[in-house]
């Protein structure tokens, strides 16, 4: 069979350049998941980013959107490939949320934004390796193992969303969901120097993703480049008569404002943003970054949020207290992990959730259950919620002198794995500049803006509510003027 561009670049290729070749008729959507599945076998266990491949089902998929192209009834994504971080639901394939209480799960149903991806045509692989329920920034929490970045095995790619970050990174797949609750969109996208889009709370359907907080869970999506997530989002992005907390607010095309100029655009620099925590070379490459919207015509302007260091204290009283509440629903009774010859009903709860859970999910659990326990909640869960909204509003009095707020995804680069595992403080310290943006519920991405030493940064835009067209349309632009998301390790060239 001819291949209109060769094996070696269709893995290289984004999904738009992908979604050109498709629609040319340049390859089918059978050789080019053939190719990426190729890919997988060759380097997923290495990288360890994958818990399930779904080959079968995928050259299934593939067949049918080759089918559909013919009739004419191609979607939007006909034939592109995409990977699900294992926490959202897939029928029929197991959805383990990196966890042991869930190994054995297979969900009944999808979850919209699989569903809706499948709709348009997307062809999924499989799903990805990630921080157990989600918590975690190394994904060392994972049942499975830690993922490695592709950028040094070393290290880790971040987390929770690490195992669809390398995928990208590595060019296995060069799309995947991910699922961003205080930033393991962001952080991991940072981290192995690809693309990572959270949109506003609210904006895409939770249904049938695995709750870890619900106030603060959103998903999204990992990409090589912004008009890959534009592409993906408007894909995702709507109302969902099955998720009461999902908007009901239109969907714009998300892919045709990205050519707009930045010129007027004001980017908000926040001053506490760039404070000792930051790593020296992250600083460097963000100033870099910055410089450069401003010569695309964005005015830098300076911002404050005064209680940006309260975000992470806030957040590990918010989210351990509604992770506490989701949680208490797996009991060895209804699904999951049910541990072997109970005694009682209480022996059977206790060891079934001892078993089934790892230590950082225990100890987020037990957090949780203090901090909304009767003596408490005022001291602690009261107090935080008060605290979010401080900081919601530091937000909004931000947002009304700028249009965008711009500064770094995490405070340093890829740290070695193994490295943060005895110091949580430490590792949650990984979130200070993501968290924000979750306590408030506003759409954030992540671009890779340079190295340090040899690992990725990350610039971060935060924008206000509902404007991913603003912070796509930025991120776009600068990734006209720089080739850093255009790096690939060498190993996966
Ligand atoms: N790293 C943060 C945590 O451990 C955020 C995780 C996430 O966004 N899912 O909770």
New binding site residues.
């Given amino acids: 069979m001819t291949v209109g561009a060769s094996d070696q670049s269709l893995h290289q290729m984004t999904l738009a350049e992908l979604g050109d070749g498709l629609r040319a008729g340049d390859f089918s959507a059978l050789e080019l998941t053939t190719a990426l599945l190729d890919r997988i076998a060759a380097h997923g266990e290495a990288l360890n980013a994958f818990i399930t491949v779904t080959a079968d089902e995928a050259m299934r998929a593939a067949e049918a959107a080759d089918a559909a192209r013919s009739n004419g009834n191609a979607g939007p994504l006909n034939g592109l490939p995409v990977v699900h971080k294992d926490l959202f639901c897939t029928a029929g394939v197991k959805t383990s949320c990196g966890s042991r209480m869930l190994d054995n799960f297979v969900s009944p149903y999808d979850a919209t934004v699989v569903a809706k991806l499948r709709q348009a045509g997307a062809v999924s692989l499989g799903k990805t390796n990630m ?1 157990e329920f ?4 190394s994904n060392e929490t994972s049942y499975y193992g830690p993922v490695k970045n592709p950028w040094d095995h070393e290290y880790s790619p971040g ?3 690490g195992g669809s970050a390398a995928a990208v990174a590595a060019r296995l797949v060069p799309g995947a969901t991910g ?7 962001r ?1 991991p996208a940072s981290l192995t120097g690809t693309v990572g889009l959270k949109p506003t709370y609210g904006r895409v359907s939770r249904y049938g993703m695995v709750a ?2 619900s106030s ?2 959103q998903a999204g999506v990992i990409t090589r480049s912004a008009a890959d997530a534009a592409l993906l989002l408007g894909v995702m992005a709507g109302f969902d008569e099955r998720d009461s907390t999902s908007v009901d607010h239109p969907v714009p095309d998300y892919v045709v404002g990205l050519d707009q100029p930045l010129e007027g655009l004001r980017v908000g620099i926040v001053r506490q943003h760039f404070d000792e925590g930051l790593e020296e070379q992250c600083g460097a490459r963000v100033r870099e970054a910055l410089a450069l919207l401003e010569e695309q015509g964005a005015s830098l302007v300076e911002v404050d949020l005064p209680n940006l260091d309260l975000s992470v204290p806030t ?2 009283v918010v ?1 351990p207290a509604e992770c506490s509440s989701n949680l208490s629903r797996f009991d060895g009774v209804r699904f999951g992990h049910r541990a072997s010859d109970p005694d009682d009903l209480l022996d059977l709860y206790c060891r079934s959730r001892g078993e089934g859970f790892g230590d ?1 999910v225990q100890r ?1 659990v037990m957090t949780g259950t203090y901090v909304l326990s009767a003596g408490y909640y005022d001291a602690y869960y009261l107090k935080a919620q008060k605290v979010r909204q401080l900081i919601s509003q530091d937000f909004k009095n931000a947002f009304a002198s700028v249009d965008v707020i711009a500064g770094p995804t995490a405070p340093t680069p890829a740290f070695r794995l193994g490295e943060k595992t005895d110091d949580p403080i430490t ?2 310290l ?2 200070i500049y ?2 924000g943006a ?1 306590l408030a519920g506003l759409p954030g991405i992540s671009v890779p803006c340079g190295f340090s030493a040899d690992l990725p940064v990350g610039l971060q835009l935060v924008g206000p509510h509902f404007a991913e067209q603003t912070i796509l349309r930025c991120a776009h632009q600068y990734q006209t003027l720089t080739d850093w998301h255009c790096r690939c390790p060498e190993a996966y060239q």
Avoid: H, K, V
């Fill in positions: 921080d989600a918590m975690g920034s987390g929770s969303s699922t961003d609750t205080g930033g393991s969109i952080q870890f907080a603060l869970d957040y590990y989210a950082e987020r590792m949650y990984n979130d993501t968290i979750n």
